[in-house]
């Protein structure tokens, strides 16, 4: 079997990403995701090493809520039938995510 690595992923399986792209106004990674089966429940992201904080945003990148849990290389956030839920990936400054 061939290896494999992935740069990102998402859990659970009724959860999708949409986009993924560098943040317009910091040195973060912007995650749009979709809950498609019409589940509550919780979104893991597994981001690339380095992460400094994480926070769900609108669509137009600006927080909202208090900031998520970064544990490792994982982002935790709830997510309820069929949002649409972004998050922001904060990253130091002198890195590249």
Same mark, same amino acid.
């Given at each position: 079997?061939?290896?494999? =690595?992935?740069?990102?992923?998402?859990?659970?399986? &009724?959860? *999708?990403? +949409?986009?993924?792209?560098?943040?317009? #106004?910091? &040195?973060?990674?912007?995650? =749009?995701?979709?809950?498609?089966?019409?589940? @509550?429940?919780?979104? +893991?992201?597994?981001?690339? !090493?380095?992460?400094?904080?994480? $926070?769900? $945003?609108?669509?137009?990148?600006?927080?909202?809520?208090? !900031?998520? @849990?970064? +544990?490792? &290389?994982? *982002?935790?956030? !709830? *997510? =309820?039938? /069929?949002?649409?839920?972004? *998050?922001?990936? #904060? /990253?130091?400054? &002198?890195?590249?995510?």
């Amino acid at each position: 079997m061939a290896a494999r =690595h992935s740069f990102v992923s998402v859990e659970p399986n &009724n959860v *999708v990403m +949409t986009a993924m792209k560098k943040a317009e #106004d910091s &040195n973060a990674l912007i995650f =749009h995701l979709y809950e498609w089966a019409g589940k @509550s429940g919780s979104i +893991t992201i597994t981001v690339p !090493p380095g992460a400094t904080g994480a $926070t769900e $945003t609108n669509l137009m990148e600006k927080p909202e809520g208090s !900031p998520l @849990s970064v +544990t490792g &290389n994982k *982002v935790t956030v !709830p *997510v =309820h039938p /069929y949002e649409i839920v972004a *998050v922001r990936v #904060d /990253y130091p400054h &002198n890195s590249k995510p």
